[in-house]
């Protein structure tokens, strides 16, 4: 009795990416299992994927487009390293084979199953000139040109698929165990029937050595249990390839003999009559590239390995090699089919001496031809700026031919305009000089719109463009009172034009009504990592802020005031105090009101404060005073130095003849500067403070601090040069005070008195 196991995959053998499986899934699931040195990746099976669902996946696929999906298979897992993956091409990526786009980024997938698509669709581009039977999904498939240039795993390194020389070889050694799985497995199957039909009288120890002598070989070699003597003999002889000159042609043959078989091949060009052999003795196949068209015999020597004769068995057939066809295979058009925007044709065709392509449109409205590309590259770009019906088409001969085309393809195809139009155009705001407002537009167009914004001084006759071509909104400040023109352009997002569509709105901007512009100054910035102010009893400081500070404008503006923001309420961002303090001082309101709320280590503080500075250095330098731990010194100077990525001011003053520096935010709060002649800046702002005090002391939900009006060094109201004040709202570290200045009734209150002060104070 013998068992000889099918031949295996050797380095020497090659293997068509192209075609049938042998390999059943089943084998596939059990080689990962006991194979891999990682678990099956848990993403996967979050997503309701497990192992054998993924081989469910690349056998579908695979199958779609011809490829042998044990080939598929074992790619992945020499370019994920099992679905290790990598720091450059994450598990997340769903990307099987390091797949990059045109400028060399490595792709991502949306699922598991585009993913393996785009590997098998790239692989099929490499393997085969037959197009994609599944929509394509890998831009780079149009890159290779031309396809089906590399035919066997082989061949898939060496800069095509991969770099790697020993990229194939990688491949073949999975494709190697995984045959030696499947194969192992069903001679353990034949073994178990043919053991159950040995003579029940032999012995058990007889049939253990049956067994022992069909498994004697480790390296996949040809197994007998007995030294039967075998004929040499030539059972195979097969030529695979197109049977056109200038691509590979696969000779293979398989033989028979006692100690393995030695294979010679020999190729005879009968218009010659000359014979050439293309390979000594040695493996089972090999590649032959015909040159010239003709009849030729394709043969086959073969001789036992240990054999003294020139050969021992032959075998020869005839073949006919024709000249490559010229041959448009494909025409495609890629573009969005409308007006304006970029079309690349391409074209793929076959000739004996390499293909020249020459692309042509027809415009059918007009029946007329335009060449968009002589005799060269294989694809070109269009630009059609007309709606239309159109042929697109293409001319290709043989590099060598003198013909004015060879062959021809034209396809037609409608051309769609692009329908851009402004549905809306609306402005919100006061229509008050140094208020914001904000533009709006809504537009329709085949692909999505983007909208222009320009705002056109009608006194001056200029124009001001204050957004280009993105969203739907922009705001604008007008710093003159007069009469204007807003307007939008949109255009669709893949217009070539200046624009498609427009429309214009004349508006009047009037100064404020009461000529007052109050700036609000909302403290504080928002959450964490940013600056929230002071938090306790679940509130934030700055959130308090914001809602107070939208109230009191609301307010201000109902009755005519032009009211601005240092930031605004609505959006939590960095506002640096420096970056405050200068947008003031260059649009100089005629009053700064800074809103804040209190909090202290001591729970049971309570009550509102009020703020102003006499200090005003940019101002006025005379008559100012340091107070250091209550001993008042003359003023020298003020000077600002970075400390640690930041600005601070510093205080220089006399103390006992010798000049002195102090940070004036120094912790210990020891100093304190203070102007004796006050500026009339310093004296309105004093003014508005017992404004504000009088009409808060009013309110009976919160009374006011011991000494409610305090004249401070605080940042705000000491660097800016217009009125200002601080107030501290209550605290939000007192829980009864917290739930009370968090109602909105109670803020409401609040706010009317802060407005009712502003009137007092500007009547």
């Given amino acids: 009795m013998s068992i000889i196991l099918p031949i295996s995959v050797s380095a020497s053998d090659f293997i068509h990416i192209m075609g049938e499986t042998q390999i059943d899934k089943k084998t596939i699931v059990q080689y990962y299992k006991e194979n891999s040195p990682i678990s099956y990746p848990e993403e996967y099976l979050n997503q309701g994927v497990g192992l054998e669902g993924f081989v469910d996946l690349v056998i579908r696929e695979s199958k779609a487009e011809g490829i042998r999906w044990d080939i598929a298979f074992a790619q992945i897992l020499v370019e994920t390293d099992w679905f290790k993956f990598s720091d450059e091409v994450n598990i997340a990526r769903n990307n099987f084979g390091r797949l990059k786009d045109q400028e060399g980024n490595y792709l991502s997938f949306r699922t598991l199953e585009e993913g393996i698509r785009a590997n098998i669709q790239l692989l099929k581009g490499y393997a085969s000139a037959e197009p994609l039977n599944k929509e394509k999904i890998i831009p780079t498939y149009d890159l290779i040109n031309p396809k089906g240039i590399v035919v066997n795993v082989e061949d898939l390194g060496n800069g095509n698929w991969s770099e790697d020389s020993e990229y194939g070889e990688k491949i073949k050694i999975h494709l190697q165990k995984i045959i030696n799985m499947q194969t192992m497995e069903q001679m353990e199957t034949k073994l178990e029937v043919e053991l159950e039909g040995i003579n029940q009288t032999v012995n058990v120890d007889s049939k253990n050595q049956i067994a022992q002598n069909i498994y004697t070989s480790t390296n996949n070699e040809i197994l007998t249990t007995t030294s039967v003597s075998q004929p040499v003999e030539v059972k195979t002889l097969t030529i695979d390839g197109t049977g056109y000159v200038g691509s590979s042609h696969r000779i293979r043959s398989y033989g028979t003999s006692l100690n393995g078989a030695l294979y010679q091949f020999w190729i005879k060009d009968l218009s010659t009559n000359k014979w050439t052999m293309i390979q000594d003795y040695s493996k089972s196949s090999v590649a032959w590239i015909p040159a010239i068209p003709g009849k030729y015999l394709y043969g086959v020597h073969i001789k036992d390995e240990k054999s003294q004769e020139k050969l021992d068995a032959h075998l020869y057939k005839e073949i006919i090699i024709e000249g490559v066809p010229t041959e448009v295979r494909t025409l495609t058009i890629d573009g969005s089919g409308y007006t304006g925007s970029n079309h690349r044709i391409r074209s793929y065709g076959t000739s004996n001496n390499g293909v020249l392509y020459q692309f042509w449109v027809k415009d059918l409205s007009e029946n007329k031809w335009t060449m968009i590309q002589d ?19 293409v001319h290709i001969k043989d590099e060598k031919s003198n013909e ?91 217009s070539s034009k200046m624009l498609d569509s427009y ?52 307010k201000l503006e109902s009755q005519g005031y032009n009211v601005i923001y240092t930031r605004n309420p609505n959006i939590e961002g960095p506002a640096p105090l420096k970056e405050r303090d200068e947008k003031v001082n260059s649009l100089m309101p005629d009053l700064l009101i800074s809103i804040h709320h209190d909090s202290s280590v001591n729970r049971s503080a309570s009550g509102y ?33 970075m400390v640690n990525g930041s600005e601070e001011t510093y205080i220089v003053y006399n103390k006992n003849g010798k000049n002195v520096e102090k940070n004036i935010n120094d912790s210990d709060g020891a100093i304190m500067v203070r102007d004796r002649t006050l500026s009339t800046v310093a004296k309105e702002s004093q003014r508005f403070a017992n404004i504000l005090h009088s009409k808060l002391q009013t309110l009976d939900y919160i009374d006011p601090r011991p000494n409610p009006v305090n004249n401070n060094n605080i940042y705000i ?47």
Avoid at 509 to 534: N, Q, R, V
Avoid at 740 to 746: A, E, F, H
């Fill in 375 to 393: 005799y060269s590259k294989s694809s070109a770009i269009w630009i059609p700026t007309k709606p239309g019906k159109y042929l697109y088409g």
């Fill in 609 to 641: 404060s009020i703020f102003w500075s006499s200090y005003r250095y940019r101002i006025d330098k005379s008559g100012i005073v340091v107070t250091d731990n209550g001993v008042e010194y003359p003023f020298v100077d003020q000077i600002k130095r």
């Fill in 717 to 763: 109201i000491r660097e800016t040069n217009v009125p200002t004040v601080l107030f501290e709202g209550g605290f939000i570290s007192n829980s009864t005070e917290a739930q009370k200045i968090n109602n909105t009734t109670n803020q409401n209150k609040f706010a009317n008195k802060v407005v009712e002060a502003v009137n007092a104070y500007f009547k």
């Fill in 404 to 494: 004015k085309l060879d062959k021809y393809l034209y396809k037609e195809i409608e051309i769609k305009g692009v329908s851009a139009e402004v549905k809306t155009l609306t402005i919100d705001g006061s229509g008050c000089v140094g208020d914001s407002h904000r533009i709006r537009s809504y537009g329709t167009s085949n692909n999505g719109v983007l909208y222009q914004f320009w705002v056109k001084d009608l006194s001056a006759n200029k124009w001001t463009m204050i957004q280009d071509y993105s969203k739907s909104s922009a705001t604008w400040i007008p710093t003159k009172q007069g009469k204007y023109l807003y307007g939008v352009h949109i255009k669709d997002e893949k």
């Fill in 503 to 554: 429309l214009y709105k004349e508006m009047t901007i009037k100064g404020s009504l009461h000529k007052k512009t109050i700036m609000l100054d909302p403290g504080h910035e928002g959450k964490y990592p940013l600056d929230p102010g002071a938090v306790g009893n679940r509130l934030y400081e700055y959130q308090l802020n914001n809602s107070l500070t939208k109230m009191i404008a609301n």
